[in-house]
């Protein structure tokens, strides 16, 4: 098992680039010089970078990367979740397509089973570990995304090319990749007739091992913001929790160290511990609350993410993964399903408040 993540560094070392004569500004980064980093990389065929990015994204990108438009880790390859691999059946946005589909789609990449793939996005982290998690649920182990993504890249001053590789070019040659789905059990995607029932009407004691957690803002899941699609009601699905991703992440989109990433874990587990989803908590004595959190910490509960497309909710499976939680669910639709669908239901902090 490899670590889901990887450095600048690390990264630059596998790219064949010598990170210290880089840092130095020596390095000869023009396409056509023997040993630049595009022709290190293609002597590394098991090595794929992946680049991606979120049109109309509700997160701003770091300064550096504005500064710098049309820059890219060299021979970086497109992948477009939103338009390519994607399930095209859907009315909803982002949603992961078929396995037979995603083969295809990432063979068209020039991706195959035995592919060490690094994939960064151009906001520090927002949707790369969206594509980590798709492939993660295809049973592809060796997979990791850039810590930092390309801001850290350019904040280390590391080699750019001004154009992204398509598939045509990655197939150009005359080797054709092929590449077998393995659908895993321990990351998968899950729907909305999974969560109606494991979460919202279940009300069995192994209920309390899943936690629902809804990656976003505290005011979306409150329901105190409107959202932003029309007919979009505004809330969470009942017996979720809120972790909103970016608690998980510093400014520039990297993820905090394990520690603090546990403590905003445990921050919500033991919140989960306190909740009774059967009686009124105020009936609940101490005992019995001081012995369900016991088992709810003794227990390694099934964590399934859910936010407002899909995206946001695989940043905190990878967060979840790096500390060794499993199995990993995220909940496709998220609310761009469950919040358009009037006959499922809803609550708001206001309904939680007059409840009491």
């Known amino acids: 098992m490899i670590e889901s993540e990887i450095s600048c560094k690390d990264l630059a070392e596998r790219l064949s680039i010598d990170y210290k004569t880089i840092l130095d500004a020596t390095f000869d980064a023009r396409p056509n010089t023997k040993n630049t980093a595009s022709d290190e990389i293609q002597s590394n065929s098991n090595l794929v970078v992946l680049y991606t990015s979120m049109r109309n994204a509700p997160a701003s990108k770091p300064e550096i990367v504005s500064a710098n438009p049309d820059k890219y880790i060299p ?23 078929p396995a037979h589909d995603f083969e295809r789609e990432v063979e068209r990449l020039g ?34 995304v850039l810590r930092g993504g390309l801001a850290a890249w350019l904040h280390a ?18 080797t054709q990749t092929s590449y077998i789905a393995s659908p895993s059990t321990n990351f998968r995607f899950v729907d909305r007739d999974y969560i109606l029932r494991q979460i919202v009407e279940s009300d069995s004691e ?11 803002s505290q005011t979306r899941f409150d329901g ?31 993820f905090k160290d394990k520690n603090a990433l546990r403590k905003e874990f445990d921050n919500v587990m033991n919140e989960c511990a306190m909740k009774e989803r059967v009686m009124n908590e105020r009936a609940i004595k101490e ?25 946001t909710a695989c940043i905190l499976a990878q967060a979840a993964d790096a500390l060794g939680y499993s199995p990993l669910f995220v909940y496709d639709g998220s609310w761009s399903e469950w919040g358009m669908q009037t006959h499922l239901p809803i609550t708001t902090k206001k309904d939680t408040a007059d409840g009491d």
């Open 75 to 97: 021979r970086s390859i497109f992948i477009d979740f939103q338009h390519n691999v994607v399930d095209k059946t859907s009315s909803l946005s982002n949603t992961m397509p």
């Open 206 to 216: 192994d209920n309390d091992a899943q936690v629902l957690l809804d990656a976003r």
């Open 287 to 311: 005992q019995a609350m001081q012995e369900q959190a016991k088992r709810n910490k003794d227990a390694n509960p099934h964590l399934i993410f859910t936010c407002g497309s899909g995206v």
């Open 111 to 144: 991706i195959s089973n035995e592919s060490h793939i690094v994939v960064y996005d151009d906001f520090g982290n927002f949707c790369a570990s969206r594509v980590w998690f798709m492939f993660k649920s295809m049973g592809h182990d060796k997979i990791q």
């Open 224 to 254: 105190e913001q409107n959202e932003s699609k029309p007919n979009l009601r505004a809330g969470h699905i009942p017996n979720s929790l809120n972790l909103h991703y970016a608690r998980l992440q510093d400014k520039n989109g990297k």
């Open 157 to 174: 001053d590391l080699p750019t090319d001004t154009q992204l590789l398509t598939s045509a070019c990655v197939n150009s040659g005359t």
